[in-house]
């Protein structure tokens, strides 16, 4: 089992920051794979960004890139996503995810087992 925390999150004017990280606890392997998605109201959820635990290699969703950052804390098993250049249209429910796999770097939810609770970011116009 693994146990996922966020934190962070809250409201913010468009063009500004914010930071979301996950603390990470129980069962952890190197062949993990940490996530972020991003669920808005009536939307299905989405994949934002991605790292692998063995070599921090990261990948993003295309309309992300550029503006959002995760990086991970090995001493701290935690998971960051820093965002930055917030638009209105990132406004969503955040999850932070957890999945296993030594193949292909996954983008699905279904492809990640774990996650946590969720929080809010609101970006205002």
């Known amino acids: 089992q693994v146990q996922l925390v966020e934190s962070g999150g809250g409201l913010v004017q468009a063009g500004g920051s914010l930071r979301l990280s996950c603390a990470a606890s129980?069962?952890?392997?190197?062949?993990?794979?940490m996530g972020w998605f991003r669920q808005a109201p009536g939307k299905e959820r989405e994949f934002v960004a991605g790292?692998?635990?063995?070599?921090?290699?990261?990948y993003y969703t295309d309309s992300v890139k550029g503006r959002f950052t995760i990086s991970r804390d090995n001493a701290k098993n935690t998971v960051s996503l820093q965002m930055s250049s917030l638009k209105p249209e990132d406004t969503a429910v955040y999850y932070c995810?957890?999945?296993?796999?030594?193949?292909?770097?996954?983008?699905?939810?279904?492809?990640?087992?774990?996650w946590g609770q969720g929080t809010q970011v609101t970006v205002s116009s």
């Open positions: 995810a957890a999945g296993f796999t030594l193949g292909p770097l996954p983008r699905t939810p279904a492809q990640f087992g774990y």
């Open positions: 129980g069962r952890t392997f190197r062949s993990i794979v």
């Open positions: 790292i692998r635990w063995s070599d921090a290699s990261t």
